[in-house]
């Protein structure tokens, strides 16, 4: 059974950083690409970013661009999302999840999904 578990949400004033984590379980990441959502009260789910497991090929949504970095550490089967400069606008609860054949933050090609991490950016 595959699980996905986020890790490292919480309170950061505006300008900060945060590094949330997916650790897997029942999958291998390297032989996987995974993605990280985010969704905000009353708003529709939003690709972030997305990674392959096995060459690290990178993706991000135009808006994340140069302030989000996916990365991944397969040999602690974990997927990490450094967030930079963090506005209130980025508070949301975030989600990892895996499932596509291909590099994309399609949030209906994504099969397994964690349980989300809450940001809130806040002074």
């Known amino acids: 059974q595959v699980q996905l578990v986020e890790s490292g949400g919480g309170l950061v004033q505006p300008g900060g950083s945060l590094r949330l984590s997916c650790t897997a379980s029942g999958v291998t990441l390297r032989d996987a690409y995974i993605g990280w959502f985010r969704q905000a009260p009353g708003k529709e789910r939003l690709g972030v970013s997305a990674?392959?497991?096995?060459?690290?090929?990178?993706y991000y949504a135009d808006s994340m661009k140069g302030r989000f970095t996916i990365s991944r550490d397969n040999a602690k089967n974990t997927v990490y999302l450094q967030m930079d400069s963090l506005r209130p606008e980025d508070t949301a609860v975030y989600y990892c999840?895996?499932?596509?054949?291909?590099?994309?933050?399609?949030?209906?090609?994504?099969?397994?999904w964690g349980q989300g991490t809450q940001v809130t950016v806040s002074a």
């Open positions: 990674i392959n497991g096995g060459d690290g090929t990178t």
């Open positions: 999840a895996t499932g596509p054949q291909t590099l994309t933050i399609a949030s209906w090609m994504y099969r397994t």
